[in-house]
């Protein structure tokens, strides 16, 4: 049986396109687990229905405690083998969990398929899936593709993972990027990763207003996690130091992309990711497996802090 954990909050405009794509799968052995997370608008009762209507469906009512406490309610209580993770605004090709599980076979400790973004009105194409090709990554592998941010992401979604993964495991809340922040210990965990190369099968949405998409105290986050991880792997796995730095100057540009440039507010933020961007652009700019986009901005940062940021500011091949 496979877990579809789908935190729920304030989406009732999104709510029905997202349930009906997973129960509408191909692979009918599912547990979903809707986990209203304290709506205040329609979201609990539109929930409640599901679950009269479909008895693969249990509902979790709870205080509202943010993303991460939602998908940790839901695995407190799931009992399937393999959960995956669906956002209630993203929904999900028809093959999505048997394409999935095929590339997992009986070894992979993780599979994962190819998303496609999509702006709020707009209809993505959804692909007849007639073929896919699987690529398999050992556990060295893998970290590396997912922190030089080549084929493999943090994200949880858009993937299917063996619930032992998550044996001890459980997202941080009160935190924004809560992916980024379990992907090192869950990929300390796996020796095969296996990735879904086809037709786009999870179809995630921008939402105007998204704290992803403006620039919020709480996105500092992100280079919280990373800090951490590269303590961590300095410590326990420093073949990867290079491919998390790189992972880390990303953010890092990012940040001074979304900054205004001489807001005092951001001063501090401003300084900290400068001091990083300084004391590691010669060692991404000599690593070959950096990304160009990342090499470009090093070469740009030569040129002093608010030149790269008006630069960058002004071109979306930063983002």
């Not at 130091?241 to 992972?247: K, T, Y």
């Not at 951001?266 to 060692?283: A, D, H, P």
């Not at 940062?301 to 091949?317: E, P």
């Amino acid at each position: 049986m496979i877990t579809i954990i789908i935190p729920v909050y304030n989406v009732q405009q999104y709510l029905a396109r997202c349930v009906e794509s997973v129960l509408a799968q191909t692979h009918h052995d599912l547990e979903v687990i809707l986990v209203d997370d304290g709506s205040t608008d329609s979201c609990g009762t539109l929930c409640d229905q599901y679950a009269a209507q479909d008895q693969r469906v249990k509902v979790v009512h709870k205080s509202n405690g943010g993303l991460s406490s939602a998908r940790n309610a839901g695995l407190d209580v799931m009992t399937g083998e393999r959960v995956t993770f669906v956002d209630a605004d993203d929904f999900i090709h028809r093959e999505f969990v048997d394409k999935l599980l095929h590339a997992m076979g009986n070894d992979a400790d993780i599979a994962v398929a190819r998303w496609q973004e999509c702006d709020e009105g707009e209809t993505p194409h959804v692909a007849d899936v007639l073929w896919s090709n699987v690529i398999s990554f050992t556990r060295d592998e893998a970290i590396d593709e997912i922190y030089y941010q080549r084929r493999l992401t943090h994200s949880a979604c858009s993937r299917l993972f063996d619930v032992r993964l998550f044996d001890g495991l459980r997202f941080p809340e009160g935190k924004l990027y809560e992916d980024l922040a379990i992907s090192y210990d869950l990929l300390k965990k796996v020796t095969k990763v296996t990735y879904v190369d086809g037709p786009a099968l999870y179809y995630y949405m921008h939402r105007p207003g998204s704290i992803i998409a403006t620039m919020k105290p709480e996105r500092t986050h992100v280079l919280d996690h990373l800090e951490r991880i590269e303590q961590q792997v300095a410590a326990e796995a420093p073949q990867h130091l290079p491919a998390v730095r790189s992972r880390h100057m990303s953010a890092c540009f990012n940040m001074l992309r979304l900054m205004p440039t001489n807001d005092p507010q951001w001063q501090s933020t401003k300084e900290r990711c400068w001091k990083y961007v300084k004391n590691m652009r010669f060692l991404c700019i000599k690593d070959r497996n950096v990304r160009i986009k990342n090499k470009l901005a090093c070469f740009l940062s030569y040129l002093g802090v608010d030149f790269l940021m008006m630069i960058i500011n002004k071109n979306r091949r930063f983002c």
